[in-house]
């Protein structure tokens, strides 16, 4: 493979965009590939280089690169109607009505325009209809560039995680390890009366993808209703990928109070929304006095695709593809693993997978029959159990640099496109073929 046309436009970008970026994980090692276009599932580079694409726009494209006609056709109908408008518009009561029909939690939604605007709406809400101010958070989990989640640190002891953020900020935030069912009870013990809401994603999605154990989340649930608080379910990542049309929750049977969704529900554009029972929902202006506005929130092309996205994923068995595909791939990996390198970690569900660089795992997995033969699950009858990543912590202490420097660029260069680091996850969509699955695992076996 050659990469001159990248390393080019990479010079020039580095002259006016900081860091050559618009988007701090896509500056990979030595620079990024730069896109010409997409195709199916995969990308051409501007140097004619054309890989398997398991980025898929950190998530949204759950159809692939190529927008079915009727999305198409949906999509260039709002498109030559006009732009925008500041006013509402049939299609965005479409998309509510297709979501809350699905999700058995969201009675009512409001539409905004990226993740991180959900998430900080979500907080908004949950401090105002509480009357407090904490909100609990993972270790290590990401919602979004938003001042109250931008923390590091543990419990009550957490600062913020990037400067041009005051401390006061942190001072409202409480951290505690994903799956830690104890801390998250001693944080209630001591602060429940103040505690507004726990943030969680159902599955840490930005974090190398750790499952959640059995009952976490019932514990979750149980915490924030014997003392008040909401739960918030995280599902930027999850939602509509994972657990099918009623999402992570679903797949999970837990109903949050509060979800926050995005990627997927805008087919490939720009959106966020905040949906959840409508006594709270309802709280936002001009309903109720908790302000949220946007110029751009409910943007009619959005809409379109984002409700002909799901629809088409509901009436063409999208959903089976893709976790058959997914599950394939996880099951090929963890083979690979068990030869090549059995320290290391295969995680992932449904469209979701990676192969996380865990240290000191031992070759212990399938011994007895009883390992987790296609992703992690969190299982304590599995003999990898405790060596599996269960937080942000165990990710974070995996070889991150042997990821990125040697293991990422080697499958670039076999033709395999991964995000650019060890934390975010990789997805299958409904353009990859079993062929791209088994071209896949050679690379990993070529790489490995």
């Given at each position: 493979?050659?990469?001159?046309?990248?390393?080019?436009?990479?010079?020039?970008?580095?002259?006016?965009?900081?860091?050559?970026?618009?988007?701090?994980?896509?500056a990979t090692q030595p620079y990024p590939a730069f896109v010409e276009r997409g195709d199916g599932g995969h990308i051409i580079d501007v140097d004619g280089n054309r890989y398997i694409d398991y980025i898929m726009g950190y998530g949204p494209l759950l159809l692939g690169h190529d927008m079915p006609d009727r999305v198409q056709a949906a999509v260039q109908q709002y498109s030559a109607e006009g732009p925008m408008y500041g006013a509402p518009t049939e299609v965005e009561i479409e998309l509510a009505e297709f979501i809350t029909r699905h999700v058995p939690s969201v009675e009512m939604l409001r539409f905004v325009n990226s993740g991180t605007e959900a998430t900080v709406s979500a907080v908004r809400l949950a401090r105002a209809v509480t009357g407090r101010d904490k909100i609990v958070v993972m270790e290590g989990g990401y919602h979004g560039a938003q001042e109250s989640t931008l923390v590091e640190g543990s419990g009550t002891h957490t600062q913020p995680s990037s400067p041009g953020i005051p401390d006061s900020f942190a001072d409202h935030t409480i951290a505690v390890p994903f799956n830690d069912f104890e801390a998250a009870s001693e944080v209630f013990e001591a602060h429940g009366e103040d505690i507004a809401a726990v943030l969680t994603e159902p599955i840490l999605g930005n974090y190398g993808i750790v499952y959640p154990e059995e009952g976490y989340h019932d514990h979750l649930r149980e915490l924030t209703e014997n003392h008040g608080s909401l739960l918030i379910f995280d599902e930027v990542i999850t939602g509509f990928r994972v657990g099918g049309l009623q999402c992570a929750q679903g797949k999970f049977d837990i109903e949050p109070d509060i979800t926050t969704f995005a990627k997927i529900i805008g087919g490939g554009f720009p959106v966020g929304a905040i949906g959840g029972r409508s006594d709270l929902i309802e709280q936002f202006?001009?309903?109720?006095?908790?302000?949220?506005?946007?110029?751009?929130?409910?943007?009619?092309?959005?809409m379109a695709a984002g409700l002909e996205t799901l629809r088409y994923a509901a009436d063409n068995d999208v959903y089976d593809h893709v976790n058959t595909l997914g599950e394939q791939l996880r099951a090929g990996l963890t083979d690979i693993c068990a030869d090549q390198a059995p320290d290391y970690t295969v995680v992932g569900t449904d469209?979701?997978?990676?192969?996380?660089?865990?240290?000191?795992?031992?070759?212990?997995?399938?011994?007895?029959?009883?390992?987790?033969?296609?992703?992690?699950?969190?299982?304590?009858?599995?003999?990898?159990?405790?060596?599996?990543?269960?937080?942000?912590?165990?990710?974070?202490?995996?070889?991150?640099?042997?990821?990125?420097?040697?293991?990422?660029?080697?499958?670039?260069?076999?033709?395999?496109?991964?995000?650019?680091?060890?934390?975010?996850?990789?997805?299958?969509?409904?353009?990859?073929t079993e062929e791209d699955i088994e071209q896949t695992l050679e690379a990993y076996k070529e790489v490995l």
């Open positions: 493979m050659t990469h001159d046309n990248s390393r080019e436009l990479y010079d020039r970008a580095l002259s006016v965009l900081a860091g050559g970026v618009n988007s701090s994980v896509r202006t001009p309903a109720g006095d908790v302000f949220q506005s946007g110029t751009f929130s409910g943007h009619p092309v959005t469209s979701m997978f990676k192969v996380v660089f865990t240290r000191d795992g031992g070759a212990t997995g399938g011994e007895d029959g009883d390992h987790c033969a296609a992703g992690c699950r969190q299982r304590p009858s599995c003999p990898r159990y405790e060596a599996c990543p269960k937080n942000a912590a165990d990710i974070k202490a995996a070889e991150t640099e042997r990821w990125v420097r040697l293991f990422r660029t080697g499958m670039r260069e076999e033709g395999v496109l991964l995000p650019a680091n060890q934390f975010e996850s990789q997805f299958v969509c409904g353009a990859h």
